[in-house]
């Protein structure tokens, strides 16, 4: 079942790498040659065609002294810009006015870990430049790594005094040789930071971790965001662009799937194969495979392939344990097999009555139920994701029309209706 939609035509944000030595994952470093200033140009109208929100990830910016005319160029175009600096001593040394005139619009900032050698000089220069992008009156991410939980904290209180754009942390995907982060304990992490957002009033994001947006609806988190949570993971939603202009699913992703010079960027989105495998949830393998939340997450691509090699296994850092077996969610069984099962074993039913309503349709008025998945054609499914009817999102049948159709929900703190031949096609659990 391929991806259908917005997020299979075109990425929502893009991620370029514009000096040599910004992310350590090139492919072919001895073939690697930076891109021209003509062609960085030529990158960005490519860029203009296939998404409307641009990352440029900076080693030094001095070694790209074309990077304001990059800026300006997208910013032309009508691009979303951010800025992601490595945090060097002569960053201070740029106009970050001329920048924010050009069309950056946030600039992230990046900690790191704290607990790393040189950790206190790093963050002590990136208050720094925190200060001074906010001097310019740039929006201001905060990037770092996940903290431990006994400094989780400490962190936040900084945060709460900082007061961020946002709060973007990543969970490590590790290199050859490297553990893989424990996936019971990155769960119980997780859930600690799903609830920290209601404390700081500072948003949070985590990159390589798509599994937080399924704690967060587990956990509720969701009602102390105004933020839309999207389903996006490398190579759905996402690219990225390295220095020298190799297109990869992500930055932490070292598969080449093209090329700028030689390929068109919304081209090599849309129909590499590897990035049509990444937007097909019924190819995971594992728990992944198996997950009713496989649509919103989908585990790190990343973090599988380099702790295996395959792409399209489970992610090793999720601690999430789904049913593997429709016998384990008997309302999702066919009528006729559930009553065959029942008669066979009494205790079939044992954790729910086979009376209990299997669709949004058969829920009677004023009761609560929550949503485990959808039995409609794609572009229905599509928009009912977007209006926030995701897996594992409560609901409310507030009433029905006089006649039966449509009936009126409450999701996520509105009002919406549903014709009965959408809500039939809409799977709950109740409450």
């Not at 770092?144 to 961020?164: C, G, K, N, Y």
């Not at 393998?285 to 939340?293: A, L």
Request: glycine share 8%; net charge positive; proline share 7%.
């Amino acid at each position: 079942m391929q991806l259908t939609g917005s997020l299979a035509d075109r990425p929502v944000t893009v991620a370029w790498e514009v000096t040599h030595g910004a992310m350590n994952g090139c492919p072919a470093p001895r073939m690697c040659v930076d891109l021209t200033p003509g062609e960085c140009l030529d990158v960005v109208d490519q860029i203009a065609e296939a998404a409307p929100r641009l990352l440029l990830i900076a080693g030094d910016m001095a070694a790209r002294p074309d990077l304001v005319d990059i800026v300006a160029r997208a910013n032309a175009h009508g691009i979303w810009v951010a800025l992601r600096p490595s945090i060097r001593a002569r960053l201070l040394d740029n106009d970050f006015d001329t920048l924010r005139r050009a069309g950056v619009r946030s600039l992230s900032v990046s900690l790191g870990n704290a607990h790393a050698h040189g950790a206190v000089r790093r963050i002590s220069r990136g208050l720094d430049v925190l200060t001074a992008a906010r001097r310019a009156r740039l929006a201001v991410q905060v990037k770092s790594s996940i903290p431990e939980l006994a400094d989780l904290r400490r962190f936040s209180q900084v945060m709460q005094t900082l007061q961020p754009s946002e709060w973007r942390m990543s969970l490590p995907v590790p290199k050859r040789g490297e553990e893989t982060p424990d996936a019971d304990r990155t769960e119980k992490l997780l859930a600690a930071l799903s609830r920290l957002p209601a404390s700081t009033g500072v948003p949070l994001s985590l990159s390589d971790a798509p599994h937080f947006r399924r704690i967060a609806i587990q956990s509720h988190a969701r009602a102390h965001s105004r933020r839309r949570i999207l389903p996006l993971n490398d190579g759905r939603g996402r690219i990225f662009i390295s220095h020298c202009g190799e297109i990869q699913p992500g930055a932490s992703f070292p598969i080449a799937c093209g090329n700028v010079r030689l390929h068109h960027l919304l081209e090599v989105y849309r129909e590499a194969t590897v990035f049509r495998q990444l937007r097909d949830p019924d190819l995971l393998k594992g728990k992944c495979g198996r997950c009713g939340f496989r649509l919103i997450c989908g585990g790190s691509r990343a973090r599988a392939y380099a702790t295996t090699g395959d792409y399209l296994v489970e992610d090793p850092a999720c601690g999430f344990r789904p049913v593997s077996s429709p016998l384990d969610h008997p309302m999702k069984l066919p009528s006729a097999l559930r009553a065959l099962l029942l008669r066979l074993n009494p205790d079939f039913s044992r954790t729910r009555s086979i009376a209990d309503p299997v669709n949004l349709r058969e829920l009677s008025s004023g009761s609560h139920a929550c949503v485990t998945g959808f039995d409609l054609p794609a572009e229905t499914r599509r928009r009912l994701l977007e209006l926030g009817f995701l897996p594992g999102t409560p609901l409310h049948a507030v009433r029905r029309a006089p006649l039966g159709d449509p009936l009126q929900v409450e999701v996520r703190g509105y009002h919406l209706s549903l014709r009965n031949r959408e809500a039939s096609g809409i799977q709950i659990e109740t409450r």
